[in-house]
């Protein structure tokens, strides 16, 4: 993943991920547990689940950096239930505000 970031203090840059998982109570407390615990700010989430019996979620986020971002996406990996991570290339939600 190439993606290049500035230095320019405390700026945030948006990003999205989408995660699928267990269709199971209590995803939705893991995925925002984990963003929490980083202190990532959440500027929009969807989450659903499909026919197949497994939850898709989109998450449209602010993070400090790049190693946030890994950070982040490393930390959701290990959380029980979590299938796959990955970071969206575009949007899935179009400019968040």
Same mark, same amino acid.
């Given at each position: $993943? @190439?993606?290049?970031? &500035?230095?320019?203090? @405390?700026?945030?840059? #948006?990003?999205? =991920?989408?995660?699928?998982?267990? #269709?199971?109570? /209590? $995803?939705? %407390?893991? =995925?925002?547990? /984990?963003?929490?615990?980083? +202190?990532? @700010?959440?500027?929009?989430?969807? &989450?659903? %689940?499909?026919?197949?019996? %497994? +939850?898709?979620?989109? =998450? !449209?986020?602010? *993070?400090? #950096?790049?190693?946030?971002? *890994?950070?982040? $996406? !490393?930390?959701?990996?290990? %959380?029980? &239930? *979590?299938?796959?991570?990955?970071?969206?290339? /575009?949007?899935?939600?179009?400019? *968040?505000?």
């Amino acid at each position: $993943m @190439n993606v290049a970031w &500035g230095k320019h203090g @405390n700026e945030l840059y #948006d990003t999205e =991920i989408t995660l699928t998982t267990e #269709d199971r109570p /209590g $995803m939705v %407390a893991a =995925i925002s547990e /984990g963003i929490q615990r980083l +202190g990532i @700010n959440v500027q929009r989430f969807h &989450g659903s %689940a499909t026919e197949e019996g %497994a +939850g898709l979620f989109h =998450i !449209a986020l602010r *993070v400090r #950096d790049r190693t946030h971002l *890994v950070e982040l $996406m !490393a930390g959701l990996r290990r %959380a029980r &239930g *979590v299938y796959t991570v990955e970071r969206v290339k /575009g949007s899935v939600f179009g400019k *968040v505000k």
